[in-house]
């Protein structure tokens, strides 16, 4: 076992150093092609190549939204209509006195920005296909505003899109100004992707609950998202204007906004150069089969639903080499206890967190019925009782998502607020859940900082751009990260993605991932359901090991042994009400206990 500890740094670097040429070398190449397409000197292809870094602008940004966060944002055209004619009509002195380009295009970023913020925020409280109609009827909106509002857009007729002076000029100079907005965008926001701000965002997409409970404020960051999204659509806009040279309503087509979306899904979610590709290719492949382009829609739900159906990760499972090395078959999971002490603080007195005559009804259900429960640091405390007798319920009830309809909650004496889930992490209060809550496209080690998310100090700008505190965030957490993976015993498995895990690593992972916020409680809910009996027994050593570094632990299980086995006190629910509490021999000799759940 001391062996793998020693060997693995000397393994992680070598791989770590090929990973970076795997990740990076697309990009060297990318960018090569781009710097050196102006030698054809084809006019023809340069203009297909700025369009190409143009939506790529827009898709950048959009990527966070889509691929990233998961919202559908199928509209998002709009920022591009915008940024278009905030730019056009400042160049061209519609409002006021004619702009700097430059100006006026910095203009229409902020445009982008604020109407970013304006559309997204709908997202904050309605799913899926309703915030996806309200950015499509925004896209519609911004369209007609652009037709009637003649003095400003030209309405119909249209308005000269604005022209860059040197450096930037049309022809070669513009298109190394695309060129270097496209880069810009493409850096920023693989920033923000690699960032701990990325992986919240990933994490609230596939694993809200989980997000949740490590501490990340959803509405806060995505509102930054927004921004930044609209930003870079209102900069495209700009650009777009120029290239087209004359703008008119009509140049804003849904099928833009449906090139930009479905780039992204073929791309794959969560990707920087998948997207990136996805962009290039649909915005290249009309222009190449020129007969075709009256069926480009048709060819673009034709493409996507091929990707979908043979490659659902999209072009960026093709390219994850790294993940389709195949696993060791007989993997074992060997917790490190005597690593904990490293990543738990010990903790100084007693703390407790104390249930008091909690009620909790689901329309006629008594899911919690005037319930007492108290954890304390440095003990193990056992919940059981049948199925529906209301211990994810209580579980739920102290990580904040529920509120109930009587009773307190409190923290060493003080008030918990109900209904506030994200900041429990605040007070190291970790869970991990009945059913692993995991990013299954993310690493294994990725999953495991997203627990460590509160930790981070660099604001979302700092993350933008990669500055100094964001990096020493990121090492931070990594450090952190592995030494959690080491203690649960999966840091072989760090660089694996989630979803090849099984039942039981995953189990394991949420351990790891709770262990990031150093919890003063950890709550446990059935972390031995699928698991051998020999991986239940080591988990039963590490739960225990973890109680005696001063965390109270709230174990929810069925399996009775581990319970007797671990526990210092244990509660028993039947119907949301407690049917006895005591030391674990008194449990198990509790007569209604024994004929009600135990069993004879
Ligand atoms: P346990 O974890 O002990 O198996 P739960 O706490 O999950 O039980 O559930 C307790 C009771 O509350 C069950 O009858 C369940 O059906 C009900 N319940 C739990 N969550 C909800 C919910 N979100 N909406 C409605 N009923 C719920
Ligand atoms: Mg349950």
């Not at 919690?368 to 304390?376: A, N, P, S, T, V």
């Amino acid at each position: 076992m001391t062996d793998t500890a020693a060997s693995s740094p000397a393994r992680a670097a070598g791989t770590s150093w090929l990973g970076w040429l795997e990740g990076k070398l697309s990009w060297i190449l990318l960018g090569l092609v781009g710097l050196l397409l102006p030698l054809l000197d084809d006019s023809y292809i340069g203009v297909i190549a700025q369009r190409a870094y143009i939506y790529w602008v827009l898709s950048a940004g959009l990527n966070l939204v889509v691929g990233y966060a998961g919202q559908i944002a199928i509209g998002w055209v709009s920022m591009l209509t915008l940024g278009a004619y905030t730019t056009a009509a400042l160049a061209a002195g519609r409002i006021g006195p004619e702009w700097n380009p430059y100006l006026a295009l910095v203009a229409g970023g902020v445009m982008g920005a604020i109407f970013g913020v304006i559309v997204g925020l709908p997202a904050l409280r309605l799913r899926t296909f309703y915030f996806a109609m309200t950015t499509l009827g925004f896209a519609t909106i911004v369209t007609q505003v652009a037709l009637a509002w003649k003095d400003v857009t030209g309405g119909g007729v249209g308005t000269p899109g604005p022209t860059f002076s040197w450096p930037f000029e049309p022809g070669w100079g513009f298109y190394y100004f695309c060129f270097i907005l496209a880069a810009l965008a493409t850096w920023v926001t693989a920033n923000i992707g690699s960032s701990r701000y990325g992986r919240a965002l990933v994490a609230i997409r596939d694993a809200e609950v989980a997000a949740e409970a490590s501490g990340i404020a959803k509405p806060k960051l995505l509102i930054m998202v927004f921004l930044l999204a609209g930003a870079l659509g209102g900069v495209a806009g700009g650009l777009f204007a120029s290239l087209q040279s004359y703008i008119t309503p009509d140049a804003f087509t849904f099928e833009m906004s449906v090139l930009f979306f479905i780039a992204i899904l073929i791309g794959g979610r969560g990707s920087i150069l998948g997207p990136a590709l996805g962009t290039i290719i649909l915005t290249a492949l009309p222009e190449f089969a020129a007969p075709l382009v009256q069926w480009s829609t048709f060819l673009y739900a034709a493409l996507l639903l091929l990707i979908v159906l043979l490659i659902p990760g999209g072009i960026a499972d093709l390219l994850d080499f790294k993940n389709r090395r195949p696993l060791e078959q007989h993997r074992e999971i060997a917790p490190r206890k005597e690593l904990l002490s490293r990543a738990l603080d010990k903790t100084d007195g007693r703390h407790s967190i104390v249930l008091k005559d909690i009620a909790l009804h689901f329309g006629g259900v008594r899911a919690i019925d005037g319930l007492d429960l108290e954890i304390r640091s440095g003990e193990v405390h056992g919940l059981i009782g049948p199925n529906g007798s209301g211990k994810t319920t209580t579980l739920n009830v102290i990580s904040g998502y529920y509120k109930p309809k009587a009773g307190t909650l409190k923290l060493d004496g003080g008030d918990l607020p109900f209904d506030r889930p994200h900041l429990r992490a605040n007070y190291r209060i970790a869970r991990t859940f009945q059913t692993p809550r995991v990013v299954g496209a993310a690493s294994v080690l990725e999953n495991v900082m997203i627990g460590g998310t509160v930790h981070g100090q660099a604001t979302f700008a700092e993350a933008l751009l990669s500055l100094p505190r964001n990096r020493r965030d990121e090492k931070l957490l990594r450090a952190a990260a592995m030494q959690a993976l080491a203690t649960v015993g999966l840091e072989s498995l760090a660089d694996v993605r989630a979803d090849r895990l099984q039942h039981s690593e995953l189990r394991f992972m949420e351990i790891a991932r709770a262990l990031m916020l150093r919890p003063a409680f950890l709550m446990l809910d059935e972390p031995a359901a699928g698991l051998s009996p020999e991986e239940i027994r080591r988990l039963g050593d590490l739960i225990k090991a973890i109680s005696r570094e001063g965390t109270g632990v709230l174990l929810v299980e069925h399996h009775a042994d581990l319970i007797f086995d671990i526990c210092d006190r244990v509660t028993v629910l039947n119907l949301g009400k407690m049917l006895a509490a005591g030391t674990p021999n008194e449990i198990r000799s509790h007569r209604e206990v024994v004929s009600a759940y135990l069993g004879a």
